[in-house]
């Protein structure tokens, strides 16, 4: 099996990871290009339309940018 992980032995082990490997480890995902980076802004709704989008669960936001785009015709 060809594992992309280089911490990964043949056995399926972990290796025991030194010093070296530590230094040049990077916490978190790569940064994206800024041409796909999401902007932060700040929007006035309604209470009752903002209390209904929350209650839709886990995703509300990448719904409301989903139907801004379709409205926007993008």
């Known amino acids: ?3 992309p ?3 990964i032995g ?3 082990e972990v290796a025991e990871l ?4 530590v230094l040049a480890a990077k916490r978190g995902r790569p940064p994206m290009p800024s041409p796909l980076r ?3 802004v700040n929007i006035m709704l309604d209470a009752d339309l903002l209390e209904k989008l ?3 669960g886990k ?3 990448t719904r409301i940018n989903a139907a ?3 409205e926007a015709g993008l």
């Open 1 to 3: 099996m060809n594992n």
């Open 5 to 7: 992980k280089a911490y």
């Open 10 to 12: 043949p056995d399926d």
């Open 18 to 21: 030194d010093s070296a490997w």
């Open 38 to 40: 999401k902007q932060r």
């Open 54 to 56: 929350r209650a839709s």
């Open 59 to 61: 995703g509300w936001q």
């Open 68 to 70: 801004l785009r379709r």
